[in-house]
């Protein structure tokens, strides 16, 4: 089979009605390489809802290519596989309607043969909309890759090789391989399965060839047991990948082949020793992210894919979960070689909506096809360890959604029996019509923003609702189809659950962030639970401002922030990746950091009370360098998990603070801003046992430039890490300014961004403000040589080159 990328030469523009077209000129078309959000370029505005992040919330474009079709491929199997296109995506092949998808997220392969033309050039146009969908951005696009297959009649079936490993020990492996072979010839066929296994070198370790008759028309199953000798695990810490190559072969030519990875780990599970992997427990130090990369928008570009991933690792956490949509394949991949667990989830509505015109609408239907897409995309890979059927989906909590439970989770086994089914409930969504009520009544939260300001303002109340008999009784049955009972923000359910279901599994599926000092030793105490999944990992686009710092007095109380708020301001990483300070707090209390973490807060929110939601986290950085005067009082919080922490000013011990007086490893302290030095001393019986040091910067006299890669594929992105710095090389936090970058080589700019969560300049602009000394630059190769990426900041400019090479694909 030859397999080619089908990302590059694509135009979009907006999609107008054929009647509106009559005497007008075309919409303007713009060059683009998928994956690709169309969205994310559109001009915002604040008559748009923030749950979009204030992009338009309705929009349709169009996506065009035209490619060469050569004779010789009237005798072959030719289909397009997208890999997501978001969303009611509709594909016409020369202006012939070929299919459509409605999920934005799923899979979906478009047979070409009836309407290509043969010797001459061929036209594909995929048209893909946005219309008040989701409760987030989602951006409108080809997202994800698109690939065009052309091989023989008689040829695997797309995603239907399969390997298992259903027995492992340290003398070897076994290996069962199936793999789905379809007849698409006139007459029947037999052919070999070759299947060679390689391990990370390349190098053959084992194989097996043995022949499939499959009769015209139909498909066959050719299953396969190897036996691979001393295999190599796979896990968090040692991500060994081998491959398995599977061909079929006639008369010593090869017709087709599948290339998937194998990782060989095994999963145990009991309320006793909760989940073990290779035989070690292991606790889910975990993540909720969204699928979209920030700038780039909900595309799903490898290079974004893979960042995200190590930052995370680098962060602390071993796992995450794909909230509410289905991963990407590069994003799965990076997973695997990184090493890094997954739960991949595949709706967030079901029959329900929760958005005007949303998935609830096509669920009916699709549900089963979106589901089994997910399961085979995923079932090759190691790190996927969970799959997760959904997220706060209020009919959990009634019997006709226990029904739904059973079918979703059943469909999954079918497709693949060898990992855990979960489901993300949340109690007080499942009982929300019971408890809406008696929310009322106990706080207005209730009265001012619905149901997820309810949750944000009342966690506690909810909490306790999630854990109530009301709840117990209603999620029982849901629960039971279930490997893994996902909870929602209810976290005082884990002790009840572990005395009246003795045997059930519990894992933490999405929290408070702030909540870990309390929430980790639950998962360390009961061994039932097997882990805590934080919301969110990484910061994201649309609802936005949900975790941003409110205090009493002010008139912003709302759940969504103004315009311009473009960002959630939620995520332990911010959308360029810059680790704020509750990712500094989670890595001390999960034990991984024993280096103070030196918070300072903004001294404009001295003395004021918060009034903020679950998901807000005080507005402090490591930063010793502020426009205020000398004597301005400032709150310091150190994060230690040791027993006190010394405060050193300038030489001058100012003393010390017992660590987790108010709040555990936090020492607190109120002190009077000098500029200088600030050691915070972490102290265990007296003694030393680490310390950190802030210095106050100089003015910013340069621009520091660091590319995350000097090289590059044509098509491929790379990041640039900018900082504002002093003559001595410390970033300058306190001297914000614009930023403005351009290119020149064969590259192009995608964006110049901070962390800001309520940016001045559109996204994809060569422009921005930086966010505390900080930015980044994002660049794609757009040909083979030397990318120059030139920054300038008034009497500030820097330049740094990167290396372009061949292309993807």
Same mark, same amino acid.
């Given at each position: ?168 020990? @340290? !003398? &070897?492996? *076994?290996?069962?391989?199936?793999? $789905?072979?379809? #007849?698409?010839? +006139?007459?029947?066929? =037999? ?113 974004? @894919? !893979? &960042?995200? *991933?190590?930052?995370?690792?680098? $962060?602390?956490? #071993?796992?995450? +979960?794909?909230?509410? =949509? ?484």
């Amino acid at each position: 089979m030859t397999t080619t990328s089908f990302n590059s030469g694509w135009t979009v523009r907006p999609k107008t009605s054929i009647f509106e077209q009559i005497g007008q000129a075309p919409s303007s078309e713009t060059r683009v390489t998928v994956p690709h959000d169309a969205l994310i370029t559109q001009e915002r505005g604040e008559g748009h809802s923030g749950k979009t992040a204030y992009f338009p919330p309705t929009a349709t474009f169009e996506y065009i290519k035209s490619f060469p079709v050569h004779k010789e491929m009237r005798d072959r199997a030719v289909w397009l596989e997208f890999q997501g296109a978001y969303r009611d995506a509709v594909v016409y092949v020369n202006d012939e309607f070929a299919g459509h998808r409605p999920y934005g997220y799923s899979i979906f392969h478009i047979p070409l043969h009836d309407h290509l033309r043969f010797g001459q050039d061929n036209t594909v146009r995929v048209e893909v909309r946005g219309h008040e969908d989701s409760r987030w951005y989602t951006g409108v696009g080809l997202l994800r890759d698109v690939l065009l297959h052309d091989t023989d009649p008689l040829h695997l079936v797309p995603y239907g090789v399969h390997v298992t490993h259903p027995d492992v020990d @340290e !003398e &070897r492996a *076994v290996l069962e391989v199936a793999a $789905a072979v379809v #007849n698409e010839r +006139r007459h029947r066929g =037999t052919v070999r399965v070759r299947t060679e296994v390689r391990d990370a070198d390349g190098v053959v370790v084992t194989s097996q060839e043995s022949p499939v008759t499959v009769p015209s028309g139909e498909e066959a199953v050719a299953r396969q047991r190897l036996y691979l000798p001393a295999p190599r695990l796979w896990s968090v810490d040692d991500p060994y990948l081998y491959s398995v190559e599977v061909q079929l072969v006639d008369d010593g030519v090869a017709l087709d082949s599948v290339t998937v990875p194998l990782g060989i780990r095994t999963i145990r599970l009991d309320p006793q020793h909760g989940l073990r992997i290779n035989g070690h427990t292991v606790k889910l130090r975990g993540a909720c992210v969204h699928h979209d990369n920030g700038a780039l928008g909900g595309a799903s570009v490898p290079e974004a @894919e !893979e &960042r995200r *991933v190590r930052l995370l690792k680098d $962060a602390g956490f #071993n796992a995450i +979960r794909a909230a509410h =949509t289905p991963l990407s394949i590069a994003a799965l991949d990076a997973c695997d070689r990184l090493g890094m667990l997954v739960m991949d989830e595949s709706f967030d509505v079901w029959t329900v909506g929760k958005s005007s015109f949303d998935y609830s609408l096509d669920f009916p239907e699709w549900w089963a096809r979106d589901i089994e897409s997910m399961v085979l995309k995923d079932r090759n890979h190691p790190s996927v360890i969970f799959y997760s059927i959904g997220n706060e989906i209020p009919e959990t909590g009634n019997p006709g959604g226990a029904v739904w439970s059973r079918r979703l989770a059943d469909e999954v086994r079918r497709h693949d029996s060898t990992r855990l089914v979960t489901n993300g409930v949340n109690g007080f969504v499942a009982a929300l019509t019971d408890v809406m009520g008696m929310m009322s009544q106990a706080t207005s939260a209730g009265e001012s923003g619905g149901v997820n300001d309810a949750m944000g303002s009342a966690g506690d109340m909810m909490n306790q609702i999630s854990a109530s008999e009301l709840v117990t009784a209603k999620t029982e049955e849901a629960f039971a189809a279930l490997d893994v009972a996902g909870v929602n923000y209810g976290e005082a359910r884990y002790a009840v659950d572990r005395e009246l279901f003795p045997h059930r599994l519990v894992v933490g599926t999405e929290t408070f962030p702030g909540h870990i000092d309390v929430l980790w030793p639950l998962v360390e105490a009961n061994p039932h639970v097997l882990g805590d999944f934080t919301w969110a990992g990484w910061d994201y686009l649309g609802e936005v401002g949900v975790g941003r710092p409110r205090y009493l007095g002010e008139e912003d109380q709302q759940f969504e922030a103004p315009y311009p708020w473009i960002s959630a301001w939620v995520g332990d990483l911010d959308m360029t990746g810059w680790r704020r300070a509750i990712s500094f707090y989670r890595e001390t209390v999960f034990g991984l950091r024993h280096e103070p973490y030196v918070a300072v807060h903004r001294p404009a929110t001295y003395g004021r009370t918060p009034s903020s939601s679950g998901w807000a986290w005080p507005d402090a950085i490591a930063s010793w360098s502020w426009d205020v005067n000398a004597g301005t009082p400032i709150r310091v919080d150190v994060y230690s998990d040791a027993e006190e922490v010394e405060l050193i000013l300038n030489g001058r011990k100012l003393g010390r603070a017992p660590v987790g007086a108010s709040k555990a490893c936090i020492a607190e302290f109120d002190l009077a801003y000098e500029p200088g030095e600030l050691i915070a001393v972490a102290l265990v019986e007296g003694a030393e046992q680490s310390r950190t040091t802030l210095l106050t910067s100089g003015e910013a006299r340069a621009i520091a430039l660091a590319p995350e890669t000097t090289s590059l594929k044509v098509d491929g992105v790379a990041f640039v890490e900018l900082k504002l710095v002093d003559e001595d090389g410390r970033t300058v936090t306190n001297g914000d300014r614009a930023v403005t970058a351009s290119i020149s080589g064969p590259g192009e700019l995608v964006g110049v961004v901070s962390g800001r969560p309520d940016p001045e300049h559109p996204f994809t602009d060569a422009t921005c403000r930086t966010f505390d000394g900080r930015a980044l630059v994002i660049v794609r190769a757009t040909g083979i040589g030397q990318i120059a990426v030139s920054v300038d900041a008034g009497p500030m400019n820097a330049e740094t080159v990167i290396s372009a090479g061949s292309a993807n694909g």
